[in-house]
């Protein structure tokens, strides 16, 4: 070879590798490489207790590492002879949206960009539609006149298209009828997020941003640990807090007392009391076939 | 292969090639530097901070401290004590206004009667006993204390006239049962009707709503009119 093809060869060499570079530049910007030990971690449902043991522990150590606070993480398991079910009272709903942000403390949901689960829609007198619905409004006083307010979230619903679309199977069904998503295994592909017909999935399109004060301590496996970028979450119904026998954050903070949790397999449950005494709907598209549980009804 | 045998196989062994490959190669060299430092910035709009939510709307108190709950925090009895003005063993008479309305006395103006669509609960000794001012009196003649500290008496009070929504309460359903619905684990706790109704005006208050949802991307202006430049 002589001078002049090397001095060529390199040129172009070096401009294909600058070139190379240039279009992987973006790459920089990811940070949140995931280790070997959580690349290499089986799927939920295959975790021994041993297993599922150290990855509590790994997840302990990151968020120690990540906000300086020690949490605690627990795996809870569904009880035996729990189904539960969730009621809305329509009549009660005064859309003041107190349960949207206890749910975004309780859970550690990202706060900028914003991520809620619940979506209160302001819907007008007369109609159930959805497509209906105001999410914007922001008077001075709630209720308004002529409006009722509707918060939506997961329905966990008995047959979801989420469940049936999930292409790794990062998203089921538990037996005491939470969807549960394992925030290891989700690729982050959102093919849930175009299933579901109540916008009740959110995706991470950045890394979360929580505040280090208002990180909640208690958290589960499968509920409110914090995720990371690219994988998808949404209402668990407070799966560290139901399995525990409480009632889920947005209960707890509703000042109108309209929303009621429990199993629907007990008969002395207020669920089962109200879906005996009251006028019940299982509406939100019905008609798609989801079999939601989550039911809203009237008072009067 | 040979070196001119290889160069006349590639054609590549003139003068123009070699200037247009090294054009080329510059070319390249220049974008990925542009690309690599970022001269013309990342078309990224980014929206203004999401302020973190006022701590009220995260705060599960009820809507009102009821006298029951005022005492059993701390505040002073006397302040309740209705004795400390009337009489004792002095019935007490409502006054009324020229179309039958109640007057509030202005000693209680901080009360305002509105118990009852068209005023029809308006009448004071409903529920107030006016021969012994520290009970209330019920529709079938049962006496609760005023400050009465458990959450268990006032429904009974109101339950005997709002039938339905007492059903409703004792069954957990009407307000709010913080706990735990597993009653096996733990307790619950109920609230009785004044720590959400003024007794006097108890239709539930309207309040300002927390903000609503924060797009993700700013949201695009509208065009404007007359074919201006957006």
């Known amino acids: ?300 | 292969m040979s070196e001119r045998r290889r160069a006349a196989f590639l054609n590549m062994n003139d003068k123009k090639t070699d200037l247009v490959l090294a054009g080329v190669a510059l070319a390249f060299l220049v974008l990925g530097f542009v690309f690599v430092i970022d001269i013309p910035g990342r078309a990224v709009v980014h929206p203004p901070p999401i302020p973190l939510v006022a701590t009220n709307f995260v705060d599960p108190a009820p809507t009102r401290v009821s006298i029951a709950e005022k005492l059993k925090h701390g505040a002073d009895p006397s302040d309740y004590d209705c004795y400390i003005c009337h009489e004792r063993n002095k019935p007490l008479k409502l006054k009324l206004d020229a179309s039958g309305d109640v007057i509030v006395p202005s000693e209680h103006k901080d009360i305002v009667m509105a118990h009852g669509g068209h005023k029809r609960n308006n009448n004071c000794f409903n529920c107030h006993d006016e021969n012994n001012l520290d009970q209330l009196q019920t529709r079938d003649g049962r006496q609760v204390k005023l400050t009465d500290l458990s959450p268990l008496s006032t429904p009974q009070l109101c339950g005997s006239c709002h039938g339905p929504t007492y059903r409703d309460w004792e069954a957990g359903v009407h307000g709010r049962t913080s706990g735990y619905w597993n009653r096996s684990m733990g307790d619950i706790s109920r609230l009785s009707c004044v720590s959400c109704h003024n007794p006097h005006s108890p239709k539930f208050q309207g309040r300002e709503p927390a903000p609503g949802p924060h797009p993700l991307h700013p949201v695009a202006k509208r065009p404007a009119p007359e074919g201006k430049a957006e």
């Open chain 1, 1 to 300: 070879m002589n001078r002049r093809n090397f001095l060529r060869t390199s040129g172009v060499l070096a401009a294909g590798i600058a070139a190379l570079a240039a279009s992987l530049s973006p790459l920089r910007e990811l940070s949140d490489f995931s280790s070997a030990e959580e690349f290499m971690q089986k799927h939920y449902k295959e975790l021994t207790p041993a297993d599922m043991e150290k990855v509590l522990a790994r997840i302990s150590r990151e968020v120690e590492k990540q906000y300086g606070l020690r949490p605690h993480v627990k795996d809870y398991k569904p009880m035996d002879g729990v189904e539960f079910v969730y009621c809305l009272n329509l009549t009660r709903c005064i859309g003041c949206r107190k349960c949207v942000h206890a749910c975004v403390a309780e859970n550690n949901q990202s706060r900028d960009p914003e991520i809620q689960y619940i979506r209160v829609l302001k819907m007008p007198h007369g109609s159930l539609d959805m497509e209906k619905g105001d999410h914007n409004y922001s008077p001075d006083m709630v209720p308004e006149k002529g409006f009722f307010y509707m918060p939506v979230q997961c329905q966990q619903c008995k047959n979801a298209p989420c469940v049936k679309v999930c292409p790794t199977r990062a998203t089921w069904t538990e037996p005491d009828g939470i969807t549960v998503i394992d925030y290891d295994w989700c690729i982050g592909c959102r093919y849930c997020e175009a299933a579901c017909p109540y916008f009740a999935r959110r995706f991470n399109w950045t890394k979360p941003k929580i505040p280090k004060e208002r990180l909640n301590l208690n958290m589960s496996y499968l509920g409110n640990r914090p995720r990371k970028q690219g994988v998808m979450e949404k209402c668990h119904f407070c799966i560290q807090r139901t399995r525990a026998g409480r009632y889920p954050a947005c209960l707890e903070v509703c000042p109108a007392g309209a929303r009621k949790f429990g199993n629907i397999l007990d008969p002395e449950s207020e669920v089962s009391y109200i879906m005996r005494n009251k006028r019940v709907f299982i509406q939100l598209k019905e008609e798609l076939g989801t079999s939601p549980r989550f039911f809203y009804y009237f008072d009067v």
